[in-house]
């Protein structure tokens, strides 16, 4: 239910659909009159009168929107007035009465969202165009009356000179890019200023590779690839096919404005202490850099490192950490997960049936809807939309507990010109499409629609088969995504298969548990060491190793890392309690120093490095020496000393290298190779 006790200003567009403003209004418990018919036209002033009132307002039309934030600038009410959409998302459906889905999306829109922490971006104007002959110099000519222009030509044979030079111009091919808005370095190859005594043709000086330079905006109209990665989502790249002026022009007006100082949302944070990508130089993770569509994380070793001014918030970094290292933040998946919830259960309280959860975009998404509501049947009346920045931050924990709290289905209305962006979900969605196999319920209530083809959406929407919820619970949207996730299908198993104690996952899912082969561990505690998640624990005083199940991220660290590499992995999900408390894996009996009696190593430890060293290593010839294998480190230091009179390192000198040169001297004084050797 809603936090906030807006008053509900609610319309029918006239009397294009139906609203029931006064019952919409109990069910959301927010206060609301009778529904208007026109109140961005001739009933503006119960909008007035609301706004005067100094309530603050939900209003139930985005499209008007701006008319009624200009209202309210006007009478200085601040941010007291929010707008949401039940015309094209609920109103216009040929699916019968919405008012419970109607009540879902106005108690969704009544949710604090979560301010997103934002950075500065610096841009001083200065501007890259890129193209070729004429029309790249004509174009850099007009942006030059907004920006400080250079302009670069891959191709100049139909330039014709100006009397007048208003922009520098220089010959080049655009070989690498790097940074964002602000900030890019660009690197020009075959780089060389015009002559300014050409005559007829263009001319210039003698060219040469690898010239650098830095600038705030780029404009690329070369028709060329891209020489950077995800450059759709990097600011300030901006790009445009030179045969489509239309394109052309839409690309220099936005150029045109990219002066000055401006604000990025932060789309993700970064918690080192919880990354599972490496440690002491082994890779245990990459899935972070292998999703990222822009190019925006590197690898730094053992941790990872993510550049905001690059990161254009797809999500799926976040979507896909198994550690929860990273998390999104615009806003917080909790908050969306209690959004999804939300919509679910205000729907099903008000009476609606089967709710099927609908995740869109705010471009590709939002644009089908309305296509669908303008020139098809609308939204089936059973499908809640839920918007979103990105797909690519869809993780199987919103997934479960969208399932858990009552949606038949999770449906993601996908853009499929991002394909690169969704790789993330995809895998997410595979991931929950096999616990819910292993649940023994139908994998298809999940699935992902990227048919470009509104009629074909359609039909897919309005033939979904009804299947009957598998839960109706909400968890509680706080913690951890790991925390978070295993709280929903907890309550999807505790519904459907109560039995079912344990699910087989394939091997990249992140969860599972670790075997250990008893009879080659020597309980060094490597494992422990390298173990990201803390799911590894060591015995304290006992050697030993034991694991938390639930804890486990199979990222594949501790059997890297292990020297007899007796640890293999197995990916599954387990539901029983123990997974949730340490089990012990291998133990051994203490080992006493045989001098002083003190425990300071495992048996079995100490009986393999005697089996291996004792009698056999020249520093551990005889039995008094074999012995200081099983002392201590304080009676092994001074034992040493006791052996060598005093200089600990005087014991078990290792042998003589003998050369080359040795033998050679040898047979000159006539010796032979067995008198050599024998020689002390």
């Keep these: 239910m809603p936090e906030a006790k807006r008053r ?3 319309c029918n567009c006239e009397k294009t659909m139906t609203v029931e403003a006064e019952r919409i209004g109990r069910i959301v418990a927010c206060p609301s009159g009778p529904a208007a018919s026109s109140l961005c036209r001739r009933e503006l002033g119960l909008f007035e009168e609301a706004l005067a009132s100094g309530e603050p307002l939900l209003v139930g039309c985005t499209q008007e929107a701006p008319l009624f934030e200009e209202l309210t600038e006007e009478a ?17 459906s040929e699916g019968g009465p919405a008012t419970a889905k109607m ?36 174009m850099a000519r007009m942006l030059n009356q907004r920006l400080s222009v250079t302009l670069v030509l891959s191709d100049w044979s139909d330039l014709i000179l100006p009397e007048v030079m208003e922009v520098p111009v220089y010959r080049g091919c655009l070989a690498a890019v790097s940074g964002a808005l602000g900030g890019f370095e660009v690197t020009v190859d075959g780089y060389a200023p015009i002559l300014p005594s050409a005559r007829q043709e263009a001319g210039f000086l003698l060219p040469r590779n690898q010239a650098k330079s830095r600038c705030s905006v780029i404009v690329d109209l070369s028709g060329e690839a891209a020489p950077l990665t995800g450059w759709e989502r990097r600011d300030g790249y901006l790009k445009a096919d030179p045969g489509d002026p239309a394109a052309v022009a839409l690309t220099l007006f936005k150029a045109s404005d990219l002066v000055g100082s401006f604000e990025k949302p932060l789309y993700v944070t970064y918690d080192s202490a919880l990354c599972a990508h490496g440690r002491s130089g082994i890779t245990g993770c990459s899935n972070c850099l292998d999703l990222c569509p822009a190019g925006a994380i590197a690898d730094l070793g053992d941790t990872v490192d993510i550049d905001p001014a690059i990161c254009g918030g797809c999500g799926g970094c976040a979507a896909h950490c198994p550690t929860g290292a990273i998390r999104y933040a615009y806003p917080e998946q909790n908050a969306v997960i209690r959004h999804a919830q939300t919509l679910i259960a205000t729907y099903r309280e008000a009476g609606g049936k089967d709710p099927v ?22 939204l089936p009346v059973n499908h809640l939309p839920l918007g979103l920045h990105s797909l690519g931050q869809v993780g199987h924990d919103l997934l479960a507990a969208a399932l858990a709290a009552g949606a038949t289905h999770v449906l993601a209305l996908a853009d499929p010109r991002k394909q690169e962006a969704l790789a993330g979900l995809a895998q997410e969605l595979s991931l929950m499409q096999a616990i ?23 039909i897919l929407l309005w ?13 509680a949207p706080v913690g951890g995504k790991r925390a978070l996730a295993r709280a929903a299908l907890t309550l999807l198993q505790e519904a459907v298969a109560p039995e079912q104690n344990a699910i087989a996952l394939l091997k990249a899912a992140p969860y599972g548990r670790i075997a250990i082969d008893r009879e080659g561990c020597t309980l060094c505690l490597a494992c422990v060491s390298a173990c990201p998640a803390d799911a590894l624990r060591d015995g304290g005083e006992r050697p030993a190793v034991s694991q938390i199940e639930a804890a486990c991220v199979q990222c594949g660290l501790c059997a890297s890392t292990c020297p007899e590499q007796v640890i293999s992995l197995e990916a599954r999900l387990s539901f029983d309690s123990e997974a949730l408390r340490p089990v012990v894996l291998h133990e ?6 045989v001098s002083c009696g003190k425990p300071f190593a495992s048996a079995g430890t100490i009986r393999r490095i005697s089996a291996q060293l004792a009698g056999k290593h020249w520093m551990y010839e005889s039995d008094e020496r074999s012995r200081l294998i ?15 009179g005093g200089d600990p390192f005087a014991i078990g000198q290792r042998p003589k290298v003998r050369t080359t040169e040795d033998y050679l001297e040898a047979r000159d004084k006539g010796l032979t190779p067995e008198d050599f050797l024998s020689e002390e």
């Design 436 to 458: 819910l196999k292993g649940l023994g319920q139908d994998p298809a209530r999940l699935q992902i629609l990227d048919n470009p083809d509104p009629e074909q959406v359609e």
């Design 76 to 92: 200085g009410a601040g941010e007291r007035v929010a707008f949401t959409n039940i015309r094209e998302r609920a109103g216009w």
């Design 463 to 475: 033939d979904l088969p009804s299947l009957p919820p598998l839960a109706a619970k909400a968890v």
């Design 357 to 378: 959860l609908l995740l869109h975009d705010s471009g590709h998404g939002s644009e089908m809807i309305g296509v669908l509501a303008r020139l098809g049947r609308g």
């Design 588 to 593: 051994d009996e203490p080992f006493a120093c």
């Design 8 to 10: 509900l200003l609610l």
């Design 630 to 644: 099983q002392m201590c480190d304080d009676c092994r230091i001074q034992r040493q000393a006791d052996l060598s």
């Design 103 to 138: 009540a879902a999306l106005i108690a969704a829109a009544n949710l604090e969202g979560g301010a997103s922490r934002l950075k500065e971006v610096e841009s001083d104007g200065v501007c890259l165009v890129y193209g070729k002959g004429q029309q790249a110099f004509e």
